[in-house]
């Protein structure tokens, strides 16, 4: 019996020891989520300037054709834009870095919510906008959120009519889901450059969805040092959904998380 008992002491301490091998195995399993930025300042914020009147002088008995062009800013769209800089970096739980390396010009992602997002896997998924309500209330379907930002069905610059679903867009992760363009239909769009549309593939944005939150997530790609909309190199270009509709001044809180590659 002495002899049995010794021997389940040692199968005792050969699983403690397995399982004590195995915790750092199991830790690197983890697998890396966007987290919010280290810092996030606002360089400078600015907003068209109406164009003045046009004066044309009307006289008694003519009859005259007009053709005028005009631009009026959009009510339901924020716009933001800059540069990033980063660092991939190797800590512990307590922020302590044994190693890290800087990022000149990262690439990656920028993603905007008005929630907390919870990047679990499986929470996160490119918005459907033929999305059916049934059997899942909370989901916020498209005309629900259109109704949020004061938008009509048939307005130049409604969700829809801006992101366009499809597949051209640069596959990425992310943390482990990967957002795949060749199996994967999301609503996307692309940034001007140089104050004109463009196909070249560059400022895109994405819009995901969180299933913790049930709200949208507005998902820029980060180039690296493109020439942007206003002939100046930028990382990022993007647009968020905000309602200006009816004199609506009112904010609206975004939250910003970035993963870096």
């Known amino acids: 019996m002495k002899c049995a008992g010794n021997r389940w002491v040692t199968h005792l301490s050969l699983i403690a020891l397995i399982v004590l091998l195995a915790l750092p195995a199991l830790a690197q399993v983890i697998p890396t989520e966007p987290e919010g930025p280290t810092t996030l300042d606002i360089i400078n914020s600015t907003r068209r300037i109406p164009a003045g009147a046009a004066a044309i002088p009307a006289l008694a008995g003519n009859v005259t054709q007009l053709s005028i062009s005009a631009n009026t800013v959009t009510q339901t769209w924020q716009a933001y834009y800059g540069n990033i800089t980063g660092t991939i970096t190797l800590d512990d739980a307590s922020n302590n870095t044994i190693y890290n ?64 679903e499809s597949r051209v867009y640069d596959s990425f992760y992310v943390g482990s889901r990967h957002i795949d363009n060749t199996s994967v239909t999301c609503p996307t769009t692309q940034m001007y450059v140089q104050d004109d549309q463009q196909d070249q593939g560059l400022f895109q944005e994405l819009l995901l969805y969180d299933n913790s939150s049930d709200k949208l997530v507005y998902t820029a790609i980060i180039e690296q040092d493109v020439l942007g909309f206003d002939d100046r190199y930028w990382d990022f270009e993007m647009i968020v959904g905000e309602n200006g509709h009816a004199g609506d001044t009112t904010t609206t809180t975004y939250y910003f998380y970035v993963e870096l590659e």
């Open 101 to 164: 390396w800087q990022l000149a010009s990262p690439e990656g992602e920028i993603y905007a919510s008005e929630a907390a997002i919870d990047f679990s896997y499986g929470n996160i998924a490119c918005y459907d906008f033929n999305y059916s309500q049934v059997g899942d209330s909370s989901y916020e379907i498209l005309s629900e959120y259109e109704g949020l930002l004061g938008l009509e069905t048939d307005d130049a610059d409604g969700i829809d009519e801006t992101f366009r």
